[in-house]
């Protein structure tokens, strides 16, 4: 496949940089594309979303870049930009006459690399090359490290991320920029070393895609990682680094899957609580309020630890609140930017999410309000959650959708299991199995989130995580005996568990490592929970959850 | 030369005036300034196809608060869509009545909407009939020999 930045048009790029522009508004499209001419750019105009997908399928390398319109009368923009993303990998840029903050938040966190207000200059026009520039040193980066480099980058991007704190809300893209244009300098050497070396673009055919998702589910979330999967999918041409891109479009789309779930399910969205008692599952990962969730874990265990999670529904809900969870954390994770959460690298491994997936971020805040890692910060977070109704609806929408699109969708339940598996890095393969391997997971979820959580900082997250992982793994494996009750109640408990957190900011993570740190954390959440939180949880109820989490 | 003088200078004098009364916005400059050699009809062809996208909008609209029961959402994206044309010439007093019409769909106000689309109807064929005439003025200029003043 041509590779454009290999193609003579690399001596004088930007110019002749391939973009495809589509708008269903004529007077739009007719001044984007002089405008783009006159930025020296090879144009390809479309009116409809459809075309446009055909377009891009039919020359799988023949575009650069894609700036779309958000509303449109076929589809969606953000579908449009899933799309292009999952299948093509290529940067988009969205446009909009409406600039309203949650909007534009919308279309970060679908993937987009950003997003202009109409109307638009032409010198907003003339530096969208840096986009497809960034993609390349990302993808290049790629093939060069692996773990490690994903580590520092991720890093990089956490730094840069809480340095943007802002950018989550959407009003401050150009600080991305500046970031991002700050990376690229660093990586233009490499990229002109590199750009010979540069993978083609790959086009991700359902067969492709299904035997990715295969092996994501295979390794466990918490342990996906390309070159794993990469070696999993055992296809030669395939790179790692269009295994990485690919890996962060997918988790993109999981999380919309759970979102649109969370708006079927119809919950309205700002207040969880109610929600999550009926829908434990969803409830769990969305915050509404951490006593809800509180309330949930603790009404869920109440009666019997064995029981599973949830009365109503205890295998759904679990599988359903703990992939709630599990999304709200990986969202939270891709959301490195979030400032308030430190959990947020917890959910998603490291790499690029941080940089991209700005929708985890919302979810991550609903998330890490319950999660107890971030002990100070916890507290803060919640009461920040309170007063953003709307943000946090969002979020736990996704959260709840999680729980609701799981069971449905097998991808989606990879994903979650992925995301389990994420944190517990051993049990993760059998997330998808949801009434034991659930269990496991979550036992070990809560382990490891524990430990990544405790030992993480934001930067640093990545790498912590993984560390943590291995090692709350081998703790796991240690009170291996006691796990067994455990793990039936860990799966119900794992929403707990987070829930239990928010209320428990001094959880002491440190001490999950050590064997007897199930067997403390009874204590500790008890205490933290009745002192640190308007812990809703009766005493009682919160024995049970003891009981339950008590596995020595 | 006089002759020619007087239309370039009554040109400048009009665009000038449209863009003072808030008939016209920076986006207008940016149209001009991207007509060239290779394109040098482009701003008229712009604004042709603005007229022409417009009244199929400001059909759509009529229609739809026509009907018994009103689709807010249908009205609100027609709506948006007429912001969204009106942006791209710098037909600013149309957009700001598109901003009100667009609460007043929030709100499902009808008679705001209805009001609204008055006004926004009005306000189009203001900014029309004193594009067209920019245009004529244009015309005239080369048709006398003479060339469009530089934007």
């Known amino acids: ?77 953000f579908k449009l930009l899933e799309h292009v993303g999952l299948e093509m990998d290529l940067p988009v840029i969205m446009m909009s006459v409406d600039g309203e903050t949650g909007r534009v938040m919308k279309g970060v966190q679908h993937g987009a690399c950003d997003y202009l207000l109409k109307p638009i200059r032409m010198k907003e026009l003339r530096n969208i090359w840096q986009h497809v520039f960034r993609k390349k040193i990302l993808e290049i980066r790629d093939i060069e490290g692996h773990e490690s480099f994903e580590g520092i980058q991720i890093s990089r991007n956490g730094s840069d991320l809480s340095d943007d704190g802002h950018m989550f809300c959407g009003e401050d893209m150009t600080s991305v920029k500046k970031r991002k244009d700050f990376d690229n300098k660093h990586d233009e050497k490499d990229f002109g070393d590199h750009s010979s070396a ?43 680094e269009n295994v990485a891109s690919h890996l962060q479009k997918y988790r993109l789309y999981l999380s919309r899957l759970q979102k649109e779930s969370d708006l079927k399910a119809s919950f309205g969205g700002i207040k969880h609580s109610d929600m999550h008692l009926k829908d434990p599952a969803g409830s769990f990962g969305l915050q509404s309020s951490i006593n809800t969730n509180q309330n949930d874990v603790a009404n869920e265990h109440m009666p019997d630890t064995k029981k599973t999670l949830n009365a109503d529904n205890p295998d759904p809900q679990e599988t359903s609140s703990q992939m709630s969870f599990d999304h ?52 803060v977070k919640i009461d920040k959650l309170h007063p953003v109704p709307s943000v946090t609806s969002g979020l736990s929408l996704t959260a709840r959708d999680v729980s609701g699109p799981i069971k449905n ?91 239990k957190y928010f209320g428990l900011p001094n959880i002491e993570f440190t001490g999950c490592n050590d064997p007897s740190f199930l067997a403390e954390i009874p204590v500790h959440w008890h205490d933290t929970l009745t002192s640190d939180y308007e812990c809703p949880l009766d005493p009682t109820e919160y024995s049970i959850f003891d009981q339950g989490l008590f596995i020595a | 030369m006089d002759g020619v003088v007087q239309l370039q200078k009554q040109l400048v004098d009009y665009i000038a005036s449209l863009f003072h009364e808030g008939f016209l916005d920076e986006q207008f400059n940016q149209l001009q300034q991207l007509q060239d050699e290779s394109n040098p009809d482009f701003v008229v062809e712009v604004v042709s196809l603005f007229f022409e996208d417009s ?18 959402r249908k009205v609100d994206a027609h709506v948006h869509q007429f912001k969204g044309s009106s942006s791209s010439i710098g037909a600013h007093r149309v957009q700001k009545v598109c901003i009100a019409f667009r609460n007043y769909c929030e709100e499902q106000n009808v008679e705001g909407c209805l009001k609204c689309l008055q006004q926004v109807k009005h306000e189009y064929s203001l900014v029309r009939n004193k594009l067209e005439t920019l245009f004529q003025l244009e015309k005239q200029i080369i048709a006398a020999g003479g060339s469009l003043p530089a934007t």
């Not at chain 1, 466990?220 to 395939?238: A, H, R, S």
């Not at chain 1, 959460?341 to 991209?356: H, N, Q, T, Y």
């Open chain 1, 198 to 240: 540069k993978k083609h673009r790959v086009v991700w055919s359902v067969d492709l895609h299904q035997k990715f998702v295969k092996a994501v589910n295979q390794i466990g979330f918490d342990k996906v990682g390309p070159k794993k999967i990469l070696d999993l999918m055992n296809v030669p041409w395939l790179t790692r």
């Open chain 2, 55 to 72: 009244e199929r909008l400001l059909n759509e609209l009529a229609k739809a608060l026509e009907q018994k029961t009103i689709d807010f």
């Open chain 1, 328 to 379: 709200s954390f990986a969202s939270l994770g891709s959301e490195v930017n979030y400032e308030a959460f430190d959990c947020r690298i917890w959910s998603e491994a490291p790499k690029i999410e941080l940089k991209r997936e700005h929708k985890p971020l919302l979810q991550l805040e609903d998330g890490f309000s319950q999660l107890p890692p971030c002990a100070p910060e916890h507290h």
């Open chain 1, 409 to 499: 969708e097998p991808l989606y339940a990879e994903y979650q299991s992925n995301r389990v598996s994420h944190v517990s890095p051993k049990k993760c393969e059998s997330f998808p199995v949801q009434s034991k391997s659930h269990m496991v997971v979550n036992h070990q979820s809560y382990e490891s989130v524990s430990t990544a959580i405790s030992s993480m900082k934001p930067q640093g997250f990545n790498l912590s995580c993984i560390t943590d992982f291995d090692y709350s793994q081998r703790n796991l494996k240690a009170s291996d005996s006691t796990l067994a009750p455990f793990n039936e109640t860990a799966c119900l408990l794992q929403g707990d568990f987070h829930n």
């Open chain 1, 1 to 77: 496949m041509e590779n454009g930045f290999s193609s003579p048009r690399n001596d004088s790029f930007p110019a002749g940089l391939r973009v495809l522009v589509v708008d269903d508004d004529p007077t739009w499209l007719k001044i984007l594309e002089k405008m783009l001419k006159k930025c020296s750019y090879e144009v390809t105009t479309c009116g409809l979303a459809r075309d446009a997908l055909n377009l891009l399928r039919e020359r799988k390398d023949g575009y650069d870049i894609v700036i779309s319109d958000v509303n449109m009368p076929d589809m969606d923009g």
